[in-house]
């Protein structure tokens, strides 16, 4: 079975510092994946999402994927108390659709004032 | 009003009764999705669609049955509820086929009793 791993936290960051946030994943065939952002008892909304080995940023959010030992990463630079929700990693496989994406459980984040 | 819309949000029903959720997106997306998000799963699919009249199954499909006969309509019915189908409920659309940021509408909370 395909997994998606988190730590479901609470994961509790001052305000302005780092947080990072983890998923490691089994199927070795995943090559793209989500980072999620969910308000509670919002939907889901995209922040970031990457496909090759490395980091990628966009503004305060930087992706990291390690594929030799399966897992990617979120860093939140300068944490802010708006960045307090609930974070989905999800991972698929490239060249087919979102019906193969597989989610985590979600980290909840809380950012501390 | 543009994006993709829920309803109803909450639904209370009891055991044995048929339930049907609706979606309606105005993008034109091809893609359309159901998932079930519950406590320690995570977000699970239950159907998706890739253009009127083609559905296939997701990861969950029992007890759920699916319509898309307008690409902007993607309804979901419950046949006969039962307690385990007590969740929430998020449609999703992606614009075109392949990993690609998936729009969410806002959720319907659904209670069996």
């Known amino acids: 079975q395909k997994e998606v791993e988190q730590n479901s936290g609470p994961l509790s960051v001052p305000e302005g510092a780092i947080a990072s946030l983890n998923c490691t994943y089994s199927?070795?065939?995943?090559?793209?994946f989500f980072w999620y952002r969910q308000y509670s008892g919002k939907s889901p909304e995209l922040i970031m999402f990457?496909?090759?080995?490395g980091d990628k940023e966009d503004g305060r959010f930087t992706a990291q994927l390690n594929k030799a030992s399966q897992y990617v990463s979120l860093l939140i630079r300068d944490s802010q108390p708006s960045d307090s929700a609930t974070y989905l990693c999800?991972?698929?496989?490239?060249?087919?659709?979102?019906?193969?994406?597989?989610f985590g459980t979600g980290t909840r984040l809380t950012i501390i004032p | 009003d543009a994006g993709i819309t829920q309803s109803p949000r909450y639904k209370i029903t009891e055991t044995g009764r048929q339930v049907t959720l609706m979606c309606h997106q105005t993008?034109?997306?091809?893609?359309m999705f159901w998932y079930r998000q519950d406590l320690g799963h995570g977000l699970r699919l239950i159907y998706y669609?890739?253009?009127?009249?083609?559905?296939d199954k997701g990861e969950v499909p029992d007890g759920y049955v699916v319509s898309r006969s307008k690409t902007e309509n993607f309804p979901l019915t419950l046949e006969s509820a039962t307690r385990s189908q007590t969740s929430v409920y998020f449609c999703?659309?992606?614009?075109?086929?392949?990993?690609?940021?998936?729009?969410f509408g806002q959720g319907t909370r659904l209670t069996v009793v």
């Open positions: 999703a659309s992606t614009l075109t086929v392949g990993n690609t940021e998936a729009f």
């Open positions: 199927d070795r065939g995943s090559q793209s």
């Open positions: 990457i496909y090759s080995n």
């Open positions: 999800a991972g698929g496989p490239i060249g087919f659709g979102n019906e193969k994406l597989t």
């Open positions: 993008w034109s997306h091809s893609y």
């Open positions: 669609s890739a253009a009127a009249d083609i559905t």
